[in-house]
């Protein structure tokens, strides 16, 4: 989430912790385990317990159909549309529009995922976050079928992009509160590489976050994912997370994403809507 969370990388892992962010990046469809669960492995037993307790809900593809769904009844945040004759004028050509595709497919299945799974972990560490009461039944949906993980490129550094470029993608980020480190998520970093194009985009998503309409949507979509959550967390409310030096501080974290991520969510919703390339 921020460039300072430790993480053991994947390169770095042991075959133990590769394994999962295999089944993670196979079952999610994407070609790099999200960084909470990078995060998580820097603690003895925690991803073991993470992959034990929410895995198989994931691996069913259960959670992904019911997080989709959830994504879908929220409604879109309207940013400008941007024509395809404006998005070759700001450097992607026919190429870059597939690659944004996937990188926005990518993102908009990840995100309602780790969303719930996420959320689920926080209460089962943090029993005071549990909502009262027995979970409301979850309507029988199809279980959604697994993906090929989508290879995307790798994101702009921030030291690496122009000065105005930088600027923008900072502004962006702070309207994720952080107690500490500036959360700079990866889609910007991923948008910098068409950095004429980013900037043809900031103006609509930063007016949208000024109006209160991405919090809105957030709010929305934090309420239409709850009874899963509270599905999944009430099937592993049994397993006990091992013991942790700093509970607090891994929950401050777990908060902390649980803000970035929705908030992602209705960001990259709004982006697809808003493009040519979802005209079909």
């Known amino acids: 989430m921020t460039e300072t969370l430790p993480e053991v990388p994947v390169r770095d892992a042991s075959p133990e912790i590769a394994a999962i962010y295999d ?3 196979e079952t999610t469809g994407v070609g790099s ?5 990078r995060h998580f492995a820097v603690y003895p037993g925690l991803l073991e317990w993470v ?3 929410v895995g198989p809900e994931l691996e069913s593809g259960r959670v992904l159909a019911h997080a989709l769904e959830a994504v879908r009844a929220t409604d879109v945040v309207l940013l400008p549309t941007v024509a395809a004759d404006e998005m070759r004028a700001t450097g992607v050509d026919e ?3 597939e ?3 996937a990188m926005l497919t990518t993102y908009n299945r990840m995100n309602p995922v780790n969303l719930s799974l996420i959320t689920a972990i926080r209460d089962l560490i943090d029993p005071a976050a549990r909502t009262a009461g027995d979970p409301p039944s979850l309507p029988k949906i199809p279980n959604a079928s697994a993906v090929t993980p989508v290879k995307l490129p790798a994101p702009i550094e921030l030291d690496a992009m122009p000065v105005h470029v930088r600027q923008t993608v900072l502004a962006l980020s702070a309207a994720i509160p952080s107690p500490s480190a500036q959360v700079i998520p990866t889609l910007y970093r991923h948008l910098a590489i068409w950095p004429d194009f980013l900037m043809h985009l900031a103006p609509g998503l930063l007016s949208a976050m000024r109006k209160g309409e991405v919090e809105a949507r957030m709010n929305g979509l934090n309420a239409n994912m709850r009874p899963l959550i ?3 967390a009430s099937r592993a409310r049994h397993a006990q997370p091992p013991k942790l030096d700093d509970p607090a501080g891994m929950v401050r974290t777990l908060n902390s994403f649980l803000y970035t991520i929705p908030q992602l969510v209705v960001v990259g919703t709004a982006l697809r809507a808003s493009l040519p390339i979802y005209d079909a």
């Open 23 to 25: 089944r993670i990046m």
């Open 33 to 37: 385990p999200a960084l909470i669960y």
């Open 95 to 97: 190429a870059g529009q």
């Open 51 to 53: 992959w034990d307790t």
């Open 230 to 232: 509270d599905d999944v």
């Open 99 to 101: 690659m944004i595709g």
